[in-house]
């Protein structure tokens, strides 16, 4: 390589990196549109299924409740443990599931009501 093809490689990488920011710049709006479109899809599916958990296991602790009722006057003490165990675990993944939602709330409504707050945050958790 000799002195005079090193301004024209230095012109030339230059050159290129220019168009390659410019080429960024110009896709940016569509990939943020994009962004968040994907997360508000994820982010409503996601609470979706969080409140249909939620439902589920608090259905469950309540047919629980009625099981062990009914094995109360029977006297039938057999299944009684059973049923305790159940509500015990389904009161504790509906408590667990009603955190997760809460949580993931403030995300969805970012998303859905003020996207460029959510941008902003998406880029802050990305420089970490």
Known sequence: MNDNQ???LLEYIG??????????LAQAPE????????KRIECSI???????????????????IQKLREAHENNDDGPIIVWVVAMVLTVFGA??????TLDHISNTLTV???PKVYILEYAA????
Do not use: R, Y
Not at 125 to 128: E, G, V
């Open 31 to 38: 990939v943020v549109q994009q962004l968040i479109l994907l």
């Open 125 to 128: 958790h990305l420089l970490k």
């Open 46 to 64: 996601f609470l979706c299924l969080s409140v249909a958990m939620i439902a589920l296991l608090t259905w469950g602790a309540h047919h629980s």
């Open 6 to 8: 090193l301004p024209e």
């Open 95 to 100: 408590s667990i599931g009603t955190l997760v």
């Open 112 to 114: 859905w009501f003020a």
């Open 15 to 24: 050159n290129t990196c220019k168009e390659s920011a410019d080429f960024v």
